[in-house]
């Protein structure tokens, strides 16, 4: 087993060193074959100066025998004329060996244009023969055809054939020299390359050799140190060498053994701290619940002594004032007798109204409920609401069918509505109308008391139905009919909200589920 996993990793290595032995073999025949096309370009390139530089001289040395006779420089002019030709006949050997060596496209127009060169070179040698020849008396600055020769032919013509040569080969060089730069450049970077991928994969091949060796070891090992710190889900792997496979087979059914005993008891543990935590939730229940009543029974019992310590507080006063007066006259006493009664009313309606309160935060607090039509108990409360409103107008508006039929308590409806007039009476500018509204919206109804008064801001929207809350001082009211007209709406399984502009007014609506076989009948 082992020794496949070693001949492995020797054939891998032994392919890795083939890789790097075949790339250092063809990056030395790459760069040899470089260095010849670079050394052959720039031998070419050293010919075209050498011809550049040899037919200027030779240009000058045939001007100075035009101008100081036939016998002047002649042993030169052959001598340069012989190495011009030499030079030539080189550019050709080396332009056919780059072309061969480079291929066509990068030598493209080298040996056609060194033809022309030097059928240039012949014919201005030739022309200045002809002009020695002429025997034209004219001086040689005013002759034509001497100043077309060294104007025109050499100074432009034999300039950018020699010039476009040497560019062309200069050219040549740079590319040669640019590529055996790329090629060193691949060769470090390919280098590089290949000792990142290659170490990597001679340490991962060390370390699966030592893994294999000695992971059955380690594999063991964890399994007994799992089993002795009572962790029975674990199990060894069965792929491991066919060596440790009987032992891998017998720890494991011990650990299911041992497992399955494990579940058992953890089993009856969580069943019993199921059974612990629904007592201990349902005891923390009851006790929140008996926390809240107690806390509503104090706030109940803080708001009632609050409330009624003023009503009490007049009756006192008269009784004691009238009692003072030595001999007080039966006006007196009546009048005494009559605040008295009126206080012990407003206390008795407060008493009243403090019980609806409390029967409802108690979720007590009941209501009698008939089928009704809606319709009718509006219209025939209508009077007195209109009374209540004097001398503003109280419209009615019925948005709805005619008939809705709803499951209330007319008298706590009744109630609410005459709440919501009153507080809107008060709470609104004078001679603006007070508007109740009524429409349907799915299954439910919408009463609403609409005034055009000061509005409530937002800040003080959000407490308006708590209890003995009172946002303007208008009245004698305690502050609770918001509050009980919402306990009556919520026992109606309706509800009672409030909306409201600073400066255009405010709407108070009741909504109130309609009766299912009359919504359906709406709808």
Request: aromatic residues 6%; glycine residues 4%; charged residues 20%.
């Amino acid at each position: 087993m082992y020794k496949r996993k070693l001949y492995l990793f020797g054939l891998l290595s032994t392919f890795i060193l083939l890789i790097a032995l075949a790339s250092a073999a063809i990056s030395a025949h790459l760069t040899r074959t470089n260095l010849a096309q670079a050394q052959l370009a720039q031998s070419l390139l050293s010919e075209h100066q050498q011809l550049s530089s040899i037919s200027y001289r030779l240009f000058k040395q045939l001007t100075d025998e035009l101008i100081f006779g036939k016998n002047a420089n002649q042993a030169k002019v052959r001598n340069k004329q012989q190495q011009i030709e030499n030079s030539l006949n080189r550019i050709k050997s080396l332009e056919l060996a780059q072309r061969e060596a480079l291929g066509l496209e990068a030598t493209l127009g080298s040996v056609e244009d060194t033809d022309e060169l030097e059928a240039l070179i012949q014919g201005i040698v030739e022309e200045f023969r002809a002009i020695a020849l002429s025997n034209d008396s004219t001086p040689l600055n005013q002759q034509q055809r001497l100043q077309t020769l060294l104007e025109v032919t050499i100074d432009n013509q034999f300039r950018e054939a020699i010039n476009s040569a040497v560019n062309r080969q200069t050219g040549v060089v740079s590319r040669i020299n640019a590529s055996i730069e790329t090629l060193n450049s691949s060769i470090v970077w390919f280098t590089i390359s290949l000792g990142l991928i290659t170490c990597p994969f001679i340490l991962l091949g060390c370390y699966w050799l030592f893994n294999a060796l000695y992971q059955p070891l380690t594999v063991i090992r964890t399994g007994t140190d799992a089993i002795a710190s009572g962790n029975y889900h674990y199990r060894l792997p069965e792929t491991l060498d066919s060596e440790f496979t009987d032992l891998v087979k017998a720890l494991n059914s011990m650990i299911a053994r041992l497992q399955e005993h494990e579940d058992q008891a953890d089993a009856h543990r969580k069943h019993l701290e199921f059974e612990v935590e629904s007592r201990t939730r349902a005891l923390k229940e009851a006790n929140n619940k008996l926390t809240q009543l107690d806390a509503k029974r104090r706030q109940f019992m803080a708001d009632v002594s609050h409330e009624l310590r003023t009503p009490l507080t007049i009756i006192r006063g008269e009784a004691q004032v009238t009692l003072r007066q030595a001999a007080a006259s039966n006006e007196i006493y009546k009048e005494t007798l009559e605040t008295i009664l009126e206080q012990a009313v407003n206390l008795s309606k407060l008493v009243d109204d403090l019980l609806l309160l409390a029967r409802a935060e108690m979720h007590e607090f009941t209501v009698d409920l008939v089928k009704s039509d809606l319709h009718n108990l509006l219209t025939q409360n209508m009077a007195l609401w209109q009374k209540l409103t004097k001398p503003r107008d109280l419209d009615l508006k019925w948005l709805a069918n005619n008939e809705v039929q709803v499951l209330i308590d007319k008298d706590r409806i009744a109630q609410v509505l005459t709440i919501l007039i009153e507080n809107a009476h008060k709470y609104s500018y004078p001679d603006t109308p007070i508007v109740l509204r009524v429409e349907s919206e799915g299954p439910n109804i919408n009463v609403s008391v609409i005034d055009s008064g000061e509005g409530i801001s937002s800040s003080d929207l959000q407490h308006v139905f708590e209890r003995f809350v009172r946002l303007k001082r208008k009245g004698n009211g305690m502050g609770l009919g918001l509050s009980i007209a919402k306990a009556i709406a919520e026992a109606h399984h309706g509800t009672l909200s409030a909306h409201s502009t600073l400066g255009k007014g405010s709407q108070f609506t009741l909504t109130l589920p309609v009766l299912q076989d009359h919504a359906t009948s709406l709808d």
